[in-house]
């Protein structure tokens, strides 16, 4: 049986897109966005060592727990590795999480996975950059 041909070719230029999309729907707070580019399986730990599903996520925006007001990539690495993607990149982001403001470097790591027809976040992590 031949191998299935997928009609999304998983390219640096359709994550690069998925990227400012993602930020898009996180300063818009679009849950239907974020339910697209995030994966039913994602593993997300926050900058307090906290794991969330993306249930959690959803939540925490269709109920105002976090508020992104500002997203500025800079410093982004992606490594594509197939139907698999790393994304690194360096975050001035502020806003409020649980009614306490933050505001600061961040740096993000996500997993990406070519599903279907575009990419989904599998995996993620954010930190403080203290330095």
């Not at 897109?17 to 300063?27: K, P």
């Not at 800079?74 to 999480?97: C, K, N, P």
């Not at 993000?108 to 995996?123: C, F």
Request: charged share 25%; proline share 5%.
């Amino acid at each position: 049986m031949p191998p299935v041909e997928l009609e999304f070719k998983p390219s640096e230029a359709s994550l690069r897109a998925c990227e400012a999309a993602l930020r898009r729907a996180q300063v818009a707070s679009d849950v239907g966005e974020l339910d697209r580019l995030v994966d039913d399986s994602l593993v997300f730990t926050g900058p307090n060592g906290a794991v969330y599903s993306k249930n959690d996520d959803l939540d925490a925006h269709r109920r105002g727990l976090i508020r992104i007001t500002r997203l500025e990539p800079s410093e982004e690495r992606i490594q594509l590795f197939g139907h698999i993607a790393v994304v690194s990149v360096r975050m001035e982001m502020s806003g409020t999480f649980e009614g306490v403001a933050f505001a600061g470097p961040f740096r993000y790591t996500r997993v990406w996975r070519a599903i279907g027809d575009s990419w989904r976040i599998v995996a993620g992590h954010v930190s403080a950059v203290l330095a």
